[in-house]
């Protein structure tokens, strides 16, 4: 397979230039024409002499059928005659099956070849989407991002089948035809044929440029249509709280508006092109049936003539009418193909080094040094960051909202790179290693847990691919959910719903609990995991975190401090900066920030019950 090209900057640009669109095609041939498959080379061999053998026959069978009749015409005995009729009848309709049943030993030699090129594209993109960084992710809709996938792989199945299949075979048949008509016939055919081929690719590629603007805005404004409704159906719950259904079918509605004016001008379009393609086509078939008849009266030909160029023209015109929409398609084909090609020169913002070495780890200490940070260069979110966690250690990192606690969380995962200063894990900056390994040492628990549509017992697998069964139930015993799976009618094998809309909050918490012990990292990070569950759930969920918590360092980003209070040291930041430190009671003693945030969440409880 040919490598990825990651150098652009945008791949959603809404035009691209003809050079563009060739590279793409040029992008393809190395999926096709492979090295390391050399059968891809017999099979695509073998179907491209199918096809010059199928158009050979194709013009051959009309120019036999002529000669027939003409002996037909000349034959006095009945016997003879009936002899003559039926094996001209039979020889042609032989002719034809073989012309029909050509193209589909063309698809047996082909269809592998291009079913595995379609995969494998499909795959370096998914696979490249997956690499980018998440700043590319943020700033993009999933749902118009997946429609721009799904285009450019059909538009790749498009264009094997009318480049290779339709156009080539038309030319193929073109030159046989001219070739066949300058021999037998005269060369004023020739140029009936050539010239009215001529002025119908020039009628229909001015045409469809034309029309291109038309059909480029159908699809922009079906994009936006089918974004809005995925938006909407994976916001269900948000939709259903603050009861805008009516409020998201009038904006599905609106955007389908839109799309349906655009459709009624495109079709309109289409309507004028077709009819004057047909005007072109009729014009050269009469024009040449005009001089076959002339010739047949003056005696040059015989009548079996006036059949034989009339199928001819017939068979010639017949894809030319197809060419018309495949090159309408082909021109959209070779854009959205394009558009695709056009996410793998996404580079992504963080990549490794190319020295980038394994992460070792030895015990799992996290330094934070004198770390900048800002996802926009007009708004720093960290101002000179600087904590250690040790081995083993428990490091609560708390401040208000939008002190940068999250940001912390990402840095750590390599999500982004700091603007300055350094992060180590055991010493090692962690831009210097790959970010495999870097990943593969530290286990996230999410506030907001996100499953796949699957069942449990894959969202629980998740943590460690290939997991055997008892691996899965014991994770799920420590994450304290085991007894709730196994009392579901399915057990582990229990659909979760899209995004685990099925499960609660607390039952999703202790499935991503499960899957991270599952993966079983040294380092690990809560980011605000239980900020979202009520008080009963979260104590629930606090005991799980604690056995999981045994002998890993961890970093917790909380906003409720009472998850805190037994952290080994409290950071306490805001506006980017650390601004305290220390355990929980040295920072209630010092009475800052942290004392203040303390006394504002435990308004409404008994000293008791806030100590507690």
Known sequence: MPPLSVTAKDGEQAESSLAEQIASVRFLMPYMWRKDRPDFKRRIIAAFAVILIGQIIMVAAPL????????????????????????FVIGYGVLRLLAAGLPQLREYFFSVVGQTAQREVAVSVFKHLHSLSLRFHLERRTGGLSRLIERGVRAIDFLFRFLLFNIGPTLIQ?????????????WSLVIIVVVTVVIYFWFTVSSTEWRLKFRRTMNEKDQLATTRSVDALLNYETVKYFGNEGYE????????CDYQKAAVKSQTSLALLNFGQSLVINFGLVAALWVTASGVASGRYGIGEMTGVSLIMMQLYQPLNILGFAYREIK??????????????VGPEVEDDTNARELIISGGAITFEDVHFSYDPERQILHGISFEAAPGEKVAVVGPSGAGKST????????????????????????EVTQKSLRRVIGMVPQDTVLFNDTIGFNIAYGKPGASQAEIEAAARTAQIHDFIAGLPLGYDTMVGERGLKLSGGEKQRVAIARTVLKDPPILILDEATSALDSATEQGIIGALREVEENRTTITIAHRLSTVVDADRI????????????????????GGLYAELWRRQSEGFTEAEAAE
């Open 408 to 431: 912390i969380a990402r840095l750590l995962y390599r999500f982004y790179d700091t603007d300055q200063g350094h992060i180590l894990i055991d010493g090692q900056p962690i831009n």
């Open 64 to 87: 036999a059928l002529a000669r027939g009749i003409n002996q037909l015409a000349e034959q006095d005995e009945m016997l003879g005659l009936t002899a003559a009729v039926a094996g």
């Open 332 to 345: 959209q084909a070779l854009v959205d193909m394009e558009r695709m090609f056009a996410l793998l020169k």
């Open 174 to 186: 073109l030159a046989l035809v001219s070739a066949a008509f300058g021999i037998r016939y005269e």
């Open 249 to 256: 079918a009038a904006r599905y509605d609106e955007a389908l």
């Open 571 to 590: 950071v306490v930041l805001e506006a980017g900066r650390v601004v305290e430190s220390g355990t929980h009671t040295e920072l209630l003693e010092k």
